[in-house]
C-alpha cells in the first residue's frame, strides 16, 4: 500500500460567526444557561431550609441575607431563571408532538418564551410583596 501525498481540502464546520443570531437559537442558549443558574439556586432554597431547621439566629441571618438587596436581585434572577427554563421546557414539550417547527412559528414561540418568562416573574413578585402586606 502506498500513502497518497496529495490532501483534499476538508470543509470547515460551521461556526457561530457564521451564523445571523435566530431567537430560537438564543433561546435554546439561555435555556442551558437557566439550567445551569438553577443549580445554584436550588443551593440557595436548600441553605434557606437548612437555616429554618438549625435556628431561629441562623433563620434571621439567612434571611437578612436574602433580604438585602442583592440577595433580592440574586432571588429575582433565580426566579425569573426557573420561569424561563420552565416556559422553554414547556415550548420543547410542544415541539416533541410535532406541533409549531415551522420557522415562523417557532419563532413566535420562543418570542412568547421570553415574554412569559418576564410576565410571570413580575407577577410572583408582585404577588409575593402583596402577601407580605408591603
Given at each position: 500500500m502506498s500513502k497518497t501525498t496529495a490532501t483534499r481540502a476538508r470543509?470547515?464546520?460551521?461556526?457561530?460567526?457564521?451564523?445571523k443570531p435566530q431567537i430560537t437559537m438564543t433561546?435554546?442558549?439561555?435555556?442551558?444557561?437557566?439550567g445551569g443558574a438553577l443549580y445554584f439556586g436550588t443551593l440557595l432554597v436548600a441553605w434557606w431550609l437548612i437555616a429554618a431547621a438549625t435556628s431561629q439566629e441562623y433563620f434571621d441571618f439567612v434571611s437578612w441575607i436574602y433580604g438585602s438587596w442583592i440577595g433580592r436581585l440574586v432571588l429575582f434572577g433565580y426566579t425569573w431563571?426557573?420561569?424561563?427554563?420552565m416556559m422553554g421546557g414547556i415550548r420543547?414539550?410542544?415541539?416533541?408532538?410535532?406541533?409549531?417547527?415551522?420557522k415562523q412559528t417557532a419563532s413566535k414561540i420562543a418570542w412568547a418564551t421570553l415574554v412569559a418568562s418576564v410576565v410571570l416573574t413580575?407577577?410572583?413578585w408582585v404577588a409575593g410583596y402583596m402577601?407580605?402586606?408591603?
Open positions: 470543509p470547515l464546520s460551521p461556526h457561530l460567526t457564521i451564523y433561546m435554546s442558549i439561555i435555556h442551558r444557561i437557566t431563571a426557573l420561569m424561563h427554563h420543547h414539550l410542544v415541539w416533541d408532538t410535532g406541533a409549531g417547527l415551522e413580575i407577577l410572583i402577601a407580605r402586606g408591603a
